[in-house]
């Protein structure tokens, strides 16, 4: 199996920034692709962006497009999800997810999900 979890999430002021992190373990974190799915309260949860094993295959949603930047260490088995002008409708739990590639992941199938954690961002 594959273990994820996230770390990075907090309270920010819209317009703000935060950087999230997750840190996979287990027999396949080094050739998974790996994504990031947000829910907000009262919502289903929807997928945000992936990335393949080496980066070179990646995917947003509109909703994030050029405010949000996926990036995976491999060497350190860790996905990054850099996320600039954030406002509040991005206000969710975010959860990091695998899959053995990034269609899986965009499909809302993924194999692995991390536990998430809370991004709050105040207007």
């Known amino acids: 199996q594959v273990q994820l979890v996230e770390s990075g999430g907090g309270l920010v002021q819209a317009g703000g920034s935060l950087r999230l992190s997750c840190t996979a373990s287990?027999?396949?974190?080094?050739?998974?692709?790996m994504g990031w799915f947000r829910q907000a309260p009262g919502k289903e949860r929807e997928f945000v962006s992936a990335?393949?094993?080496?980066?070179?295959?990646?995917y947003y949603v509109d909703f994030v497009k050029g405010r949000f930047t996926i990036s995976r260490d491999n060497a350190k088995s860790t996905v990054y999800l850099q996320m600039n002008s954030l406002k509040s409708e991005d206000t969710a739990v975010y959860y990091c997810?695998?899959?053995?590639?990034?269609?899986?992941?965009?499909?809302?199938?993924?194999?692995?999900w991390g536990r998430g954690t809370q991004v709050t961002v105040s207007s």
């Open positions: 287990g027999r396949t974190a080094s050739t998974d692709a």
């Open positions: 997810a695998s899959a053995s590639d990034t269609t899986r992941l965009r499909m809302g199938t993924p194999s692995n």
């Open positions: 990335i393949s094993w080496n980066g070179r295959t990646i």
